[in-house]
């Protein structure tokens, strides 16, 4: 039953990963559905299953309340254009607007900000004039491991929190890509009436990668590996030395290659790759690389336990020094965990900066 299910899933990821939607439909059972639309989006399981009638009333639902987020992540763009403060548009919503024909099938809850940390009071008073809040993060007993962002700012309903970045993404990928570099090879696009700058090509697989690997490469991370392969399926040049370059630096080379590995395993056009790159690195023949494919194969949205994460992190994501550091700040945070919250101005009477 396993091998079957693990076939279906992996046509399954097959056809999403390549947008190819033609042939007769996937055989997945029930509970493998219910675990796909999960962590995919419904419409795109919906036309690579076939779209049976089901999946696409669950598809549509979905999608109107992504429209309704999506609009709600504009409006704080509007608001933020408004006080002129430069930022690159991130991640999902980067993504969702670059590379998805209806960026609604790919939208989710946070929208996150690159910005310049001289600028965050600036965009923390422009966001809390509208009631937008910091909240408190589920985090764990080491507190708020993050040494480039903070904890959601959500607005009152907490349909949309904004997610300020002043790095493209934590330690280690600040090493090989930092904020000036993203700022400096940003572009620029037009749309729902807003310009925007979002990142190159190259540096969108990179944080991509840096998410994946920082989040142990969870299935419930699977849009993230979706947005890498519309990256590369873009009809433009795309620099691999760049890429290489960067991650060699980062030391993120262990899981730039787990994510092309786990990319071109789950059926991704493995010449999406190699036309660039003379080859596709093999992932370790570990049992923590195949109980990764096994689980993406079976869309298991269950996140890693800590035992996982920890074999994860070392054998998948992380270099040996890369794993030291973030075991010893976890270590530290015992003590000392962190809030998340930004410190944003010095009071003139030398009381302690204001923090949310």
């Given amino acids: 039953m396993t091998e079957m299910a693990n076939r279906d899933g992996l046509e399954l990821w097959r056809r999403m990963l390549n947008r190819r939607f033609s042939g007769a439909a996937v055989g997945l059972a029930s509970q493998q559905i219910d675990r796909a639309i999960v962590v995919a989006p419904p419409s795109l399981v919906a036309a690579a299953l076939g779209d049976d009638d089901a999946m696409s009333a669950s598809a549509t639902a979905a999608q109107g309340y992504a429209r309704y987020v999506l609009s709600r992540q504009i409006e704080v763009l509007r608001w933020l254009g408004e006080i002129s403060v430069p930022l690159v548009v991130l991640k999902g919503l980067a993504a969702a607007l670059c590379d998805w024909d209806d960026p609604a099938q790919r939208i989710v809850g946070d929208l996150d900000l690159l910005v310049r940390r001289r600028d965050l ?79 190159s090509a190259e540096h969108a697989v990179l944080i991509a990668v840096s998410n994946l690997a920082k989040d142990k490469f969870p299935v419930g991370d699977a849009r993230k590996l979706l947005d890498i392969a519309r990256v590369l399926q873009r009809k433009a040049p795309f620099d691999w030395r760049e890429v290489e370059n960067r991650a060699r630096r980062a030391h993120l080379t262990v899981a730039l290659r787990t994510a092309l590995s ?55 994501s992380a270099s040996p020094a890369v794993a030291a550091r973030l075991g010893l700040r976890r270590l530290r945070g015992l003590v000392r965990p962190r809030s998340g919250l930004p410190t944003l101005r010095q009071p003139d009477d030398g009381s302690t900066p204001r923090a949310f």
Avoid: K
Wanted: a neutral charge; hydrophobic letters at 45%.
């Fill in 262 to 316: 786990l990319a071109v395993a789950l059926g991704l056009d493995d010449a999406l790759v190699l036309q660039q790159w003379r080859r596709i690195p093999s992932p370790p023949r570990r049992g923590a690389w195949r109980r990764l494919l096994s689980d993406w194969a079976q869309f298991d949205p269950a996140p890693p336990g800590l035992l996982l994460r920890l074999q994860r992190e070392w054998m998948l």
């Fill in 121 to 199: 009071p600036r965009i923390v008073d422009a966001l809390s004039a509208r009631n937008y809040r910091f909240g408190s993060a589920v985090t764990p007993r080491w507190g708020f491991m993050s040494d480039a962002s903070f904890v959601p700012f959500y607005s009152t309903d907490r349909v949309c929190n904004v997610d300020l970045h002043v790095e493209p993404d934590s330690y280690p990928l600040h090493r090989g890509l930092d904020a000036d570099a993203v700022f400096a090879a940003a572009s620029e696009i037009v749309r729902h009436g807003v310009t925007l700058q979002v990142p």
